[in-house]
């Protein structure tokens, strides 16, 4: 059976001449933004990835296709969208044979990423434990993918709406290695920094290539958590953000959210909570993960090449 993989022209040729490719994931666009602030990130964060030498790809299913690299008209008509899907392990190949459209979230931009060949992912912060999990057993699915999809992951670390110590054990026990970038704690999103120590610490983007590339050469499956702090000039902190996403945690469970749509739920209410700034923060911090991004993904293309 074919995969209809949809695999644009600048993503193409870059794969084709071994040149570095950054996968981008759209779940943040449909389910993690509101609009229009969503479209000009998203745009900006493939600016970002261009300027650093990297080509962008950002990732969804539209019509049954699975689209590696989009246009800028399949964006704009992605960003404006309501009721698109939210694709994960679990539902996208489901999506995908159905000639449906969904968004991708870290796992599924994972799984996408792997079939094209991109090494690198940049995204705002992954799924993990959330907090109240030992009875609602809401733990995303982006933990079990990086355990088993060859992918290097740069993100601000876990969302900080999660129960961020069960979600670093978790990472632990699924052999998932979290690098912090540049610091000896864990960044916790929309704060650079936090009370976790960081399990791994690196301070250049050769360390992290020369890592993923040594897991390959040691069969073990699975990628790689890079956990890159958002600027400090951009940050809000933990103990600004504690009473806010509370109040938002108590309103999801009055009003009895659950399953996929707890982390759009919080990060809207956030976001209203802080009169935008935790959007501002938000933005900053994927673009900040666009430019590391972009400076692994060459380095994975030079020890390629240079092994060759
Ligand atoms: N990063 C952001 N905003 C987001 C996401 C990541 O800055 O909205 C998305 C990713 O797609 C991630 C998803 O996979 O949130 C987590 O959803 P869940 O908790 O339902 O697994
Ligand atoms: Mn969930």
């Known amino acids: 059976?074919?995969?209809?993989?949809?695999?644009?022209?600048?993503?193409?040729?870059?794969?084709?001449?071994?040149?570095?490719?950054?996968?981008?994931?759209?779940?943040?666009?449909t389910h993690g933004m509101p609009y229009p602030q969503n479209l000009e990130t998203a745009q900006r964060v493939e600016a970002e990835v261009t300027t650093h030498g990297a080509t962008p790809a950002t990732i969804a299913v539209i019509d049954g296709a699975l689209c590696i690299g989009l246009t800028n008209d399949q964006l704009t008509d992605l960003a404006q969208r309501s009721n698109v899907a939210k694709l994960s392990r679990a539902d996208i190949a489901a999506c995908v044979a159905t000639?449906?459209?969904?968004?991708?979230?870290?796992a599924a931009t994972m799984i996408a990423a792997r079939l094209a060949g991109i090494a690198v992912f940049a995204t705002g912060g992954i799924g993990g434990v959330h907090k109240g999990a030992e009875l609602s057993f809401d733990v995303s699915a982006d933990l079990q993918e990086l355990a088993q999809t060859e992918v290097t992951v740069v993100a601000?670390?876990?969302?900080?709406?999660?129960?961020?110590?069960?979600?670093?054990e978790v990472l632990e026990t699924l052999g998932v290695p979290v690098?912090?970038?540049?610091?000896?704690?864990?960044?916790?999103?929309?704060?650079?920094?936090?009370?976790?120590?960081?399990?791994?610490?690196?301070?250049?983007?050769?360390?992290?290539?020369a890592a993923h590339l040594m897991r390959r050469a040691m069969g073990l499956p699975g990628g790689q958590l890079v956990a890159n702090p958002i600027p400090k000039a951009d940050e809000i902190s933990a103990a600004n953000?504690?009473?806010?996403i509370a109040q938002a945690l108590r309103e999801a469970e009055d009003q009895s959210i659950s399953a996929?749509?707890?982390?759009?739920?919080?990060?809207?209410?956030?976001?209203e909570l802080t009169d935008g700034r935790s959007l501002t923060a938000n933005i900053a911090l994927v673009l900040n993960n666009a430019r590391l991004a972009s400076e692994i993904a060459k380095e994975i293309c030079n020890r390629t090449k240079a092994s060759d």
């Open 1 to 29: 059976m074919n995969l209809p993989i949809a695999i644009s022209a600048p993503v193409q040729s870059a794969l084709d001449a071994g040149h570095a490719v950054v996968a981008l994931e759209s779940t943040i666009i």
């Open 99 to 106: 000639g449906g459209t969904g968004a991708t979230t870290v």
């Open 156 to 168: 601000a670390g876990a969302k900080a709406i999660l129960d961020l110590n069960k979600t670093y």
């Open 179 to 209: 690098i912090a970038f540049k610091q000896d704690a864990l960044p916790a999103f929309w704060s650079s920094t936090s009370d976790h120590a960081a399990p791994l610490r690196m301070d250049t983007a050769t360390d992290i290539a």
């Open 241 to 244: 953000l504690a009473p806010v």
């Open 260 to 271: 996929k749509e707890v982390t759009p739920f919080l990060l809207q209410r956030i976001f």
